[in-house]
């Protein structure tokens, strides 16, 4: 989504990046089409815009990365880098991109997403990114684990309404600020 803000416009993409299944190792394949998709559509995004990529991207950035990033992985980070972190680490330094979820200090439980179901260790695997000019933009990135009422209260608090135009919606919320975005879908 776009969303038409000033002084800048902002767009957001949710990523997913597949499961490994049994803890094998994806196909080379797949991983390419992955991020040869993702590359085509942060290709998309004006050079303008602030750019959010947020979701599942199964990587690990390792808390050692901030001293040979770059300055794409901040000083939080936690685990040791894994191979999808490297290949996401070098994504991120292709596109100017950080991955800011790194650079704020919070406590574990507000940093990691994933358990793993044999040794049950937590991991830092979702990470929010952003342009790298637009970094000192963000106050804070962290978790919020909600519960299932919670979430039912998110969802009936947001509606949609079509203004009638294929490349436009309005979102209006009531949560926080109450703020009315346009969106345009890219």
Known sequence: VRLITDPVYITINAVYFPMNPNGQQHETNAVEIFYDDLQRTVDKVPSND?????????????????????????????????????????????????ISNTF??????????????????????DDTIVNKKFRSIGEDVRVHRINCKELANLKNNICFI?????????????????VDYLITIL
């Open 104 to 125: 704020f200090e919070h406590k574990p439980i507000h940093k990691m997403t994933w358990m793993h179901p044999g040794n049950k260790k937590w991991h830092m695997i």
């Open 50 to 98: 602030l750019l959010l990529l947020m979701g599942d991207f199964n990587a690990r950035a390792g808390k050692q990365q901030h001293k040979t990033s770059g300055n794409i992985v901040g000083l939080h980070a936690i685990d040791h880098i894994n191979e999808n972190g490297q290949r996401l680490i070098g994504f991120c330094s292709m596109n100017n991109l950080v």
């Open 162 to 178: 079509d203004d009638d135009n294929d490349k436009n919606v309005i979102v209006k919320s009531g949560i926080k600020a109450g």
